[in-house]
Structures are given as C-alpha cells and as structure tokens.
C-alpha cells in the first residue's frame, strides 16, 4: 500500500464507503414495506438517526486504519482483518434488509462484533487512537445485537 499518508487516506476512505454505500443502497431499496411493518421495540431509533450516525462510524473506521497504517509496527493480517470486517458490516444490511433474515443477519452481527474487537485489540497494541476510534463502533453494534434479538423475539 501507499506510503503517501494523503493516498493512503483517500484508500481507505474509498475502501470503508464502498461498503457504506452498498449497504446503504441494499437498506434503502429492501427496508420498505417489510421494515415499517416491523414490531419494534420502544428503544428504537427513528430512521433519520441513522444516516448521521454511520457516516461518522465510517468516517472514525477510516481515520482509525490511516493512523494504525502509518504506525510502526503495523502489519498487513490487520488491514486485511479491516477488509474482512467491511465485507461482515455490508454483508449485515444485505442479509437483514434484502433477504428479512433477522436470524442469520444476527449470526453476521455477533462475527462482526468479534472482529470489531480484534480490530480493536490489534489498534491498541499499535496506535492507542486508532483503538479508541473503534470503541463507539462497537457500542453501535452492540446496541444493534440487541435491536436485532429484541426485532427477532417480537415479530
């Protein structure tokens, strides 16, 4: 990869949207009627909250791979971990949203949360900010698993 810190941003950047943007377009065109159908329990965000806030999820992703990338000691095994952890999160909203399979999209969610944390893990012995980046990921996928577990036992 780059060693140029401005390419190698606009690497990631294009890598961690492109996941963005096809599990946005999968949640847009699937979502509607099956979703708004939904029992959903009381604790649900309203819909427009969550463009805001995966944006800025994808945003801290990204800015937490380019600080670990341009640490010493990196390595490679974690940026493809990164990959492998963008393919999970897309392949969530194209499981829950296309197919309405709430049951395997909460199987796809426990293994990108087991990921988020080996991100994390892998940060924190290499660049401390890259490490904290990640938390408030993992706070919004453990708060989905249990969205997911609530939409599955009410409907």
Known sequence: MFKNKFLTFISFLSITFVASIIGSIST????????SLLNKPSFNP?????????TT?????????????????RDKNTLYI??????????????FFVFHNMVLALVVLI????????????FKRV??????LMIPYLLWCSFALVLNINLIMIN
């Open 127 to 132: 660049n401390i900010i890259s490490s904290y």
């Open 46 to 54: 309203p819909d427009w909250i969550f463009g805001p806030v995966w």
């Open 57 to 73: 999820l994808y945003l801290m992703m990204v800015i937490a791979i380019w600080f670990f990338w341009h640490s010493k000691n």
């Open 82 to 95: 990164y990959i492998i952890h963008l393919v999970l999160n897309t392949t969530w909203s194209i499981v």
């Open 111 to 122: 293994f990108l949360i087991v990921m988020i944390i080996n991100l994390i893990l892998r």
């Open 28 to 35: 847009i065109n699937y979502k509607d009627p099956w979703y």
